[in-house]
């Protein structure tokens, strides 16, 4: 609980400091005083104060003309010679007015302008100049803040809409499987109903997020395989072994899935009466190396095998690209007689 409202107080502190009006007032009255702390005329403080109120004044009239009109209407269009122009008259129109100001409020103000007006120029086109930088540098920050959110979007649909396809593509071989055993009425059937509501439990509830448990991955894929087994027979080996120790490992859902589809689809399903499917998981603190193996006919053609189940591993590649990118190794065996899939993957 104290967590969340530490949580929540941040928020509302950022949100208030990030407003405009905010940091815009918090710039100006650090301004003012260091132009305070830097002026080193002879005058008394209230003086001083007048002085550089007026500075901070004019610099303002300046910034945000150059802000809310040049930059949009200009420098925004690409119209550099006229905005570098604009700019320079807008200096050159408003200095001349701050120093009758000048004149107007000090007693002394001939010896405190004299020979000081190109000096007054500069310093007006610097800060105005710091703001068009000021400017630039906000919105390019904004763009990149903009295209990640956009990326992130994006990249979150594009997974929802992957997982979207996977899901259903398993439960409709699961389903079909579930109702050749009902028509023999094998006593298999009530089995296969209990893992199955297992695994969509975990499939509808628990495996929406980008990240799961590794654990619950490796009891999904237990689940699975025991299925398979049921419905596979005596005829088949299927070997599962998890090597290596799991503990709070986060790995993305359903990423192993195609390929332990594919190897029964394409596989053992090909008009083979005795084969296997070997599958061994190393997990390394947060390296994690999958791989399956599973038998297969001679007669199956090469490159309709190397399709491996249509939608599943198309999907799962376009997965890793997204959530690991670069941080993922997929080796593919294709062998007359053999057809296995090495994954690594770095969690990190």
Same mark, same amino acid.
């Given at each position: 609980m104290d967590q969340i409202v530490k949580r929540t107080i941040r928020a509302k502190i950022y949100d208030f400091v990030t407003q405009r009006i905010v940091y815009h007032s918090v710039f100006w009255v650090v301004m003012f005083f260091i132009?305070?702390?830097?002026? @080193?005329?002879?005058? @008394? !403080?209230? =003086? &001083?104060?007048?002085?550089?109120?007026?500075?901070?004044?004019?610099?303002?009239?300046?910034?945000y003309f150059n802000l809310f009109y040049l930059i949009p209407n200009y420098l925004t269009e690409k119209k550099f010679l006229q905005y570098?122009?604009? /700019? =320079?008259?807008?200096?050159?129109?408003? =200095?001349? #007015? &701050?120093? $009758?100001?000048?004149?107007?409020?000090?007693?002394?103000?001939?010896?405190f302008i004299l020979?000081?007006?190109?000096?007054?120029?500069?310093? @007006? !086109?610097? +800060?105005?100049?710091? @703001?068009? +930088?000021?400017?630039?540098?906000?919105?390019?920050?904004?763009?990149?803040?903009?295209?990640?959110?956009?990326?992130?979007q994006t990249m979150q649909s594009e997974l929802r809409f992957l997982k979207s396809q996977i899901n259903p593509h398993f439960l409709f071989n699961t389903l079909n499987n579930l109702y050749a055993l009902t028509l023999k009425k094998s006593d298999k059937a009530? *089995?296969?109903? #209990?893992?199955?509501?297992? $695994? $969509?439990? %975990? $499939? /509808? %509830? *628990?495996?929406?997020?980008?990240?799961?448990?590794l654990q619950k991955e490796v009891n999904y894929i237990q689940n699975y395989l025991d299925l398979e087994r049921l419905?596979?027979? &005596?005829?088949?080996? +299927?070997? %599962?072994?998890?090597?290596?120790?799991?503990?709070?490992?986060? +790995?993305?859902?359903?990423? !192993?899935?195609? !390929? /332990?589809?594919?190897?029964?689809?394409?596989g053992l399903n090909t008009h083979i009466s005795h084969g296997f499917v070997n599958i061994l998981l190393e997990v390394e603190d947060q390296h994690i190396h999958f791989y399956i193996e599973n038998s297969k006919s001679e007669s199956l053609p090469t490159q309709t095998h190397k399709r491996s189940?249509?939608?599943?591993?198309?999907?799962? &590649?376009?997965?890793?690209?997204?959530?690991?990118?670069?941080?993922?190794? /997929? *080796? #593919?065996?294709?062998?007359?007689?053999?057809?296995g899939v090495e994954l690594d993957i770095d969690l990190n």
């Open positions: 132009l305070l702390l830097l002026d @080193s005329n002879n005058h @008394s !403080f209230l =003086t &001083k104060f007048s002085v550089e109120s007026v500075n901070v004044l004019f610099y303002g009239i300046l910034v570098s122009f604009l /700019l =320079t008259l807008s200096v050159v129109v408003i =200095t001349p #007015i &701050k120093l $009758m100001v000048f004149y107007l409020i000090l007693s002394n103000a001939e010896t020979g000081k007006q190109f000096l007054f120029f500069i310093a @007006s !086109f610097l +800060i105005v100049g710091s @703001s068009t +930088i000021g400017k630039i540098i906000t919105d390019w920050v904004r763009h990149l803040r903009e295209k990640k959110d956009l990326q992130t009530p *089995e296969i109903v #209990i893992k199955l509501s297992e $695994m $969509m439990r %975990y $499939m /509808l %509830y *628990e495996c929406n997020e980008r990240r799961v448990p419905r596979q027979g &005596k005829n088949v080996q +299927i070997n %599962y072994k998890v090597d290596g120790k799991i503990f709070d490992q986060q +790995i993305a859902p359903l990423i !192993f899935i195609p !390929f /332990l589809e594919n190897s029964f689809k394409h189940g249509g939608i599943g591993l198309v999907n799962v &590649k376009r997965r890793l690209n997204i959530i690991y990118p670069n941080n993922y190794k /997929l *080796e #593919i065996h294709d062998d007359p007689n053999t057809y």
